[in-house]
Each structure stands twice: as C-alpha cells, then as structure tokens.
C-alpha cells in the first residue's frame, strides 16, 4: 500500500513538471514492481501531451479492469485535448447507476468544451442527485451556447445552495453575452445567500 502512495505521489509530480522521460521511466518501474496504477499513469501522460501513450495504458488492461476510475482518467485525458467526442465515447454501455459524480463532471465538461449542448442535457436528465459542479457544468456549457436565462433558472432551480463558483460562472456568462439584467439578478441571488 505504501508503494502504491509512493508510486501514485511520483506520478503527480511528475506530470506537474510535465516530464515524458520521467513518466515513461516511472511507469516502467511500476510494471517491474508489479504496481499499476491507471488513472495516475493516464494523467501523467496526458499532461506530457503523450495522449497515445496514455490511450495504450487503457487499452493494455484487460475488459474486466477498465475501471470506472480508468475511463473517467481517460476521458479527461481526451477533453482537455479538445478529443470530447472520444471523451463520451468511454462511456458507452455503461448504465447510469455505474457511473459516479467524477465521471458525470467530465461527461458534462467534455460537453460543454465542444458546444454538445443536447447531449450535455441528457447527460444532466440522467442524473438521480445533481452535485454543485454538476450545475456548474451545466452554467458553463449553457453559457457557451448563448442560453444565459436556461442557465440562470437552472441556478436559482436548484435544490443545493449556490456557491462563488457557480454565481461567478453565472457573472461570467453574463459578461461575455452582456446581459446586465440576469448579472443584477444573480447578484442579488449571491446578497440572499450571503455569497461574497
């Protein structure tokens, strides 16, 4: 167990530098070992830019060990490369109870990073108990798509309390499309629920 910590703490610092030769060398190390580490090791290749390299550390594992956990670390890999359509993709077949709130974040930020608005809405309907950053999400992605009053009545919609993030993404979409009528609205939202 140590060695998995040890393993998955080298991984992250090696992907923050981002240094390829290093993530090759630490992922071969593991395998000696006899420790694998998926998500981790997808995450360190992506952020080197190596998305095929963090394609074949899936692909390598047997059906029954793609985990959730490894689909979602992919997925990931391929909406911040701008791949969203690839990111929705590691999904498929997977029924909605399988999936967790990390896996509906990256579905829906993969939506909102390629303009998939509809698909984004199925993805949010499927939803049993919407987290904040799936709201967030949501904001986001509406906003992109110029739907700055769906996104304001899906914030004062909800069943959780706003926070900063989700009033200032709602701020920020309401720059971006000069709407200063719902920006004095969510400010007002922000004074009730005393958001700063």
């Known amino acids: 167990m140590r060695l998995r910590r040890r393993c998955a703490a080298l991984l992250r610092r090696a ?18 070992r006899g ?9 360190a290749y992506s952020s080197c830019g190596d998305l095929a390299s963090a394609r074949n550390v899936f692909d390598e594992l047997p059906f029954q060990e793609r985990t959730l956990s490894a689909r979602t670390a992919l997925a990931s890999a391929f909406s911040a490369h701008g791949r969203c359509a690839e990111a929705l993709d590691m999904f498929a077949g997977l029924d909605d109870e399988e999936m967790d709130g990390q896996a509906v974040t990256v579905l829906l930020a993969a939506c909102a990073r390629a303009g998939m608005v509809e698909e984004g809405r199925r993805v949010f309907a499927r939803v049993r108990r ?9 904001v986001e992605m509406l ?7 769906e996104a304001e009545r899906m914030v004062a919609g909800m069943e959780a309390r706003p926070d900063r993030v989700i009033c200032a993404a709602l701020l ?25």
Do not use: N
């Open 15 to 32: 992907a923050s530098l981002p240094s390829l030769p290093l993530v090759a060398t630490l992922h071969a190390s593991s395998l000696r």
């Open 35 to 43: 420790v694998l580490l998926v998500p981790s090791l997808i995450h």
């Open 130 to 138: 919407p987290a904040l950053q799936h709201y967030t999400c949501m």
């Open 143 to 149: 906003g992109r798509a110029g739907e700055v009053e």
């Open 172 to 196: 920020t979409v309401c720059r971006v499309h000069g709407r200063v009528d719902v920006a004095e609205r969510v400010a007002g939202l922000m004074h009730q629920h005393g958001i700063a």
